[in-house]
């Protein structure tokens, strides 16, 4: 059983920068792989970015590759989302996932446990 907590989410100006931060509970957290999905008012869940349980692995998804970069400290049990030159369409509530799937999977339905989500509100 893993516990995700989300937290570092706001309210910034289009340019700004977040890190995202997801703390996990359970002493087998460096076998999961880790992932950040987002939804926004209206819409469905979305891939952000994923990390393989080693950390050599990741994916992002196109909308966010090179200002995004995810990132875990297993002595800390964390993953973080580091989110730079942010725009208004990045506005979304913002969940962390983890699941025994080795690889950095970009699929949803391959993570086994969530967390409750941050929100994230980009203004223009």
């Known amino acids: 059983q893993v516990q995700l907590v989300e937290s570092g989410g706001g309210l910034v100006q289009a340019g700004d920068s977040l890190r995202l931060s997801c703390a996990a509970s359970?002493?087998?957290?460096?076998?999961?792989?880790m992932g950040w999905f987002r939804q926004a008012p209206g819409k469905e869940r979305e891939f952000v970015a994923a990390l393989s349980w080693r950390g050599a692995g990741t994916n992002y998804a196109d909308s966010v590759r090179g200002r995004v970069t995810i990132s875990r400290d297993n002595a800390k049990t964390t993953v973080y989302l580091q989110m730079n030159s942010l725009k208004a369409e990045d506005t979304a509530v913002y969940y962390c996932?983890?699941?025994?799937?080795?690889?950095?999977?970009?699929?949803?339905?391959?993570?086994?446990?969530w967390g409750q989500g941050t929100q994230v509100t980009v203004s223009s």
């Open positions: 996932a983890a699941g025994r799937i080795g690889g950095a999977s970009m699929k949803a339905a391959d993570y086994d446990y």
């Open positions: 359970g002493r087998t957290f460096v076998i999961y792989s």
